[in-house]
């Protein structure tokens, strides 16, 4: 006898709880799979997390160096100055030089 899901009767009901276990092996192996997937899914979401953090902070860096170059720029400009009008000041300075 061939059982139809709109008629059921007590003939039908093992083909019925195999096809129930069927599907319920199916659903319990679907939500082993969404959960391992969730489970990557939140590490990536980590490393990108740890990524950006990782990215913000060499900005950071870049933009100290940068301040640091810029000073050390002025402070040579300034110090070459210096040595310049301490040349023209005392010319004693460029004789000790050579």
């Given at each position: 006898m061939r059982c139809s899901p709109y008629l059921c009767s007590a003939q039908c009901l093992p083909f019925l709880q195999v096809e129930h276990a069927k599907a319920e092996e199916t659903l319990e192996e679907e939500m082993t799979t969404l959960s391992r997937?969730?489970?990557?899914?939140?590490?990536?979401?980590?490393?990108?997390?740890?990524?950006k953090h990782l990215i913000s902070q060499a900005d950071r860096d870049v933009e100290n160096y940068e301040q640091d170059l810029i000073q050390l720029d002025k402070d040579r400009k300034a110090a070459v100055t210096y040595v310049a009008n301490l040349e023209k000041m005392h010319p004693w300075v460029i004789e000790d030089k050579e």
């Amino acid at each position: 006898m061939r059982c139809s899901p709109y008629l059921c009767s007590a003939q039908c009901l093992p083909f019925l709880q195999v096809e129930h276990a069927k599907a319920e092996e199916t659903l319990e192996e679907e939500m082993t799979t969404l959960s391992r997937f969730d489970t990557e899914l939140k590490e990536l979401d980590r490393v990108i997390k740890e990524k950006k953090h990782l990215i913000s902070q060499a900005d950071r860096d870049v933009e100290n160096y940068e301040q640091d170059l810029i000073q050390l720029d002025k402070d040579r400009k300034a110090a070459v100055t210096y040595v310049a009008n301490l040349e023209k000041m005392h010319p004693w300075v460029i004789e000790d030089k050579e």
